[in-house]
């Protein structure tokens, strides 16, 4: 049996629509398999991650903060050499999303990540660009 791996796109109840469960029964959940490391990335935003931080504390799991955002890319036609996407994205959620992840000491910088991305979209619609991308990144 191979070892077990951490799972790095987990959404918490806190990103609503996405996810179902809160952290403490992530945590619970993760410790019940025998992992060691839980990531919670929210969608959009840190919603969960002090509740995070907490339960995987009490759980005895080592937490790993991050957030997923909607990545604002050029059209496909504006990518010369790569194919057009196999399916055209439709409905709410259809965007290309990446997941950032805070590596030690980076929860400022996730922070103002975040808050810059927000700033950087339409009201309720947080977009990560390249150039916030390149300045946040450590």
Known sequence: ???PFPHLN???AYSMRYGTAFPRALASRAAEHGMDILALTDRDGLYGAIKHVQACAEAGI???L???LALDVPAPSLLPGLPPPRRPKTGP???DRVTVLARAGGWSR???LVTAAHHAGERGAPRLTRELAGEWAG
Request: proline share 11%; hydrophobic share 45%; net charge neutral.
């Open 62 to 64: 080592a937490p790993v």
């Open 110 to 112: 996730l922070c103002r």
């Open 1 to 3: 049996m191979a070892p």
């Open 10 to 12: 987990v959404c918490s």
């Open 93 to 95: 959620g259809a965007e």
């Open 66 to 68: 991050g957030v997923n």
